[in-house]
Structures are given as structure tokens and as C-alpha cells.
């Protein structure tokens, strides 16, 4: 077998794989479909409850519980039960949506446990974490109610913003005493990174997750706008090692919701519109020419073919650089990969940044995420995969019987030539 086919599957395993998917529904039947639906009926009749306790009024639908007063609604559906001896584990999906969130939409998963087989006391339990622990954040944010003495300003392509966090409760366990402990304690520790990706949407939102086991083993998540925010992620690392020594498991869960100012927004929004429109056409367009290169194509043949599009020669490299590696870390999850550049510049000096420092790898993961999702031709994906030097790497350590979740990772590094102009 090829190394495409253990990448992607042979033609015939998919078709296999797609008869026993196919066998399989049947053999579940519509019963097990009908009880779900019942039981997720449970859930936004809950759901529901719990919002008019708060004074929101829901709108009468089935399928979600829709707040004209802030124009959100918000969809829950059972993900899996685990019925043990003592109790039920439930865990429920949560996806809020409004439109000035983006496409994306707020996704979260909780668990609720509930006594016994109490199904309806496990729904209450995992409905009370949402509704303190996303919902407060996310709905205050919505209602701008947020302190004044956190706002934020930042300065991205010539157009100053103001933006308003709104930090939400920390919801803690395992923890002695947290008496004087602010809310903004883990906010103060990522702001810095946080402006760093402040750029021209409306919302962002953070989740993070920090866990400490009792033997000591360390957990942790930290999410922006529902993607891996790793820079952060190393911070809560070194966050949780500072916790007391304890003899019970300790968490801490927290949301983070940061609104654009109303003024700021509404002068730079037609801006932001024209350039976001145009960037997501140059990377598009680097997608084609990617696809489309021949073997008699150079590196430089490609650059100059991207940045007469672009008018942008950084992009065109940044594209060239970045997008080969975005389709490679996408389709090939086992490996642990490195969010560390190091550009190396003509004169050999070094200079050290994150992935997520350029706007055109941030550009870049949504396109490539929309194109992989549209766009299923297994031939061009490998076309693009044999111009990322990551992926090539991996080729030759899958050849020499390595796995790839035992690779080390290593910083990404970029040889940057003459023509690419190092900004300060």
C-alpha cells in the first residue's frame, strides 16, 4: 500500500467502509433515532426553563431555544450517556449561534451526572455548568456589560479598535480556599497574547481548561474562537504547576468573551469587509496554483505567479510557506507538530515567532478548512502535501518504520530570501 493510501484510504477501502456504514445504519433502525430525538426534546424544554428563570424570553421552537432580546439561539443535542452503578453520565453538545459571531457559531461540550438512571437530574446538572460557565459570559458580553478599566486597544492595518473582555466566573473544584481570588486572574496571564489576535472580527471568544490529577498528571485546553490557542496553552501548563500540592483532583474552567467596540466596529467595518473579501481570494487563488504546478515549476516560478494576484510578495511567500504546512497538519492529526518559526533572514540573524503572528497563516487555516471540506480530490490534496516540507519528513519517517506520534516536533523553519521584507 501506498503512503496516499494509508493517508487517505485506498478507493476500495472507502467503498468498503461505506457499504458496512450503510449495513450498519440499517441494522440500528429508526427506534434508537426516535428515543435520541426524544431525549434532546428533553433537553431544550430544560434549556428553555432555565433562560426564563434568568428573564429571557424563548421563542416556542423544538429544535433550539431562540432570545430575540439578543438575537442568539442556541442548539443542544445528548452526545453519549455512560450508565454506571452509581449515577448516569451525560454529555451534551451545546452550539450558540448569532450573526455577528461569524459562521462559526460558539461550540462546547459538557457532562452532566445525575443519580441512579435520573436522566432528566443529569440534563439539570450538565444545563446548570453551561448556563454559569458559557452562557453568563456569552450573554453579558452580547449586552456589552463588561469593566471599563479591562478594554483593550489595538492598532491592525492602519485602524484603531477598542475592544470590551467580559470575563466570566471560574468555575473551580478540588480547591480549598479561593476567598480574594479574582475572575481576571487568568485573563491578565494571556492579555498579552490575547491582543496579539485581536483583528478585525466582531467577537472572540476563549475557553480554557486546566486540570491537575491526583497523582499529579496535568490537563489542559485552551481554545480561541473554538481553535487550538497553543501559545496560550503553554501558559496554563506553567499555571497549573504554580497550584498547592493536593490530595483531590482540582479544575478550573473559565470563558472569556472580548466585543469589538460598537464605534470602532461600525467605522472600520466596510474596510474590514473589502480586505478580508480580498485576502481570502489570494489565498484561494495560491490554492490553485498549487494545485495546478507542474514539475517544471520553480519555487520562485510560483511566488511570482501568487504575488501578481496578491501585490504582496510577503503573502505570496507567506502562502507559500504556510499553506503546503496547514494541509499537512490537517490531514495528518497523529504527529505532535510545532506552532515555533524561526525566520532566518540573508544576513543570518534569527527571529522567532508563532504561527499565529501571521495573518496570513490565520488567513490561511480557514481557507484550507473550507477547501478540504468542499473539495474532496484526493489527487490535488496530494499535490499541495508534496510542497510542505513537514510532509515530506513524514514520508520519509513512516519509510523508515517510524510512527508518527513518535516524531518530536520541531520548530517550523523558514528561509526567508531578499525579496521578503522583514517588518518591525
Wanted: glycine letters at 6%; charged letters at 30%; proline letters at 3%.
Amino acid at each position: 500500500m501506498g503512503f496516499m493510501d494509508k493517508l487517505f484510504g485506498s478507493k476500495k477501502d472507502q467503498e468498503e467502509l461505506k457499504e458496512v456504514q450503510t449495513e450498519e445504519r440499517k441494522e440500528e433502525g429508526k427506534e434508537e433515532e426516535v428515543k435520541i430525538t426524544d431525549e434532546n426534546e428533553l433537553v431544550i424544554k430544560l434549556l428553555k426553563k432555565k433562560l426564563s428563570q434568568i428573564s429571557f424570553q424563548v421563542d416556542d421552537n423544538k429544535e433550539m431555544a431562540v432570545i430575540p432580546a439578543i438575537g442568539t439561539s442556541i442548539k443542544a443535542a445528548i452526545r453519549g450517556k455512560n450508565q454506571q452503578e452509581n449515577g448516569i453520565i451525560i454529555h451534551i453538545d451545546f452550539s450558540i449561534s448569532n450573526n455577528e459571531f461569524g459562521d462559526e457559531g460558539i461550540f462546547e461540550s459538557l457532562a452532566g451526572i445525575g443519580k441512579g438512571n435520573n436522566l432528566e437530574s443529569a440534563i439539570g446538572n450538565c444545563l446548570d455548568a453551561f448556563m454559569v460557565s458559557v452562557f453568563k459570559a456569552v450573554s453579558e458580553s452580547l449586552q456589552d456589560n463588561h469593566n471599563p478599566n479591562l478594554d483593550i486597544e489595538t492598532t491592525s492595518n492602519g485602524l484603531e479598535r477598542i475592544w470590551h473582555p467580559h470575563v466570566g466566573p471560574i468555575l473551580a473544584q478540588g480547591f480549598e480556599d479561593l476567598t480574594g481570588q479574582s475572575n481576571d486572574r487568568i485573563y491578565n496571564l494571556l492579555k498579552d497574547l490575547i491582543i496579539k489576535r485581536l483583528n478585525n472580527k466582531r467577537y472572540y471568544w476563549i475557553k480554557v481548561f486546566a486540570s491537575k490529577q491526583v497523582n499529579g498528571k496535568l490537563a489542559y485546553q485552551c481554545l480561541l474562537n473554538n481553535k487550538p490557542f497553543l501559545e496560550a496553552e503553554r501558559i496554563i501548563e506553567e499555571y497549573i504547576k504554580g497550584w498547592p500540592a493536593s490530595n483531590s483532583y482540582m479544575a478550573e474552567m473559565q470563558y472569556i468573551v472580548i466585543r469589538q467596540s460598537d464605534k470602532s466596529w461600525n467605522e472600520s467595518r466596510e474596510k474590514d469587509i473589502e480586505k478580508e473579501n480580498f485576502d481570502k481570494k489570494c489565498a484561494e487563488y495560491a490554492i490553485s496554483v498549487f494545485e495546478d504546478y507542474s514539475p517544471d515549476d520553480n519555487v520562485e516560478g510560483l511566488i511570482n505567479k501568487i504575488a501578481e494576484f496578491t501585490k504582496d510578495i510577503n503573502m505570496a511567500w507567506e502562502f507559500y510557506w504556510f499553506i503546503p504546512a496547514i494541509y499537512c497538519r490537517v490531514l495528518l492529526g497523529g504527529p505532535k507538530y510545532s506552532d515555533t518559526v524561526v525566520l532566518v533572514l540573508p544576513d543570518d540573524r534569527k527571529i522567532y515567532k508563532k504561527l499565529y503572528d501571521f495573518e496570513s497563516y490565520v488567513i490561511g487555516v480557514d481557507v484550507v478548512l473550507q477547501r478540504i471540506q468542499t473539495n474532496q480530490n484526493q489527487e490535488k490534496f496530494q499535490k499541495v502535501l508534496f510542497l510542505s516540507d513537514e510532509f515530506k519528513a513524514l514520508q520519509q519517517a513512516l519509510a523508515g518504520g517510524s510512527r508518527p506520534q513518535d516524531l518530536q516536533a520541531v520548530p517550523m523553519v523558514l528561509m526567508a530570501p531578499l525579496s521578503y521584507v522583514v517588518k518591525d
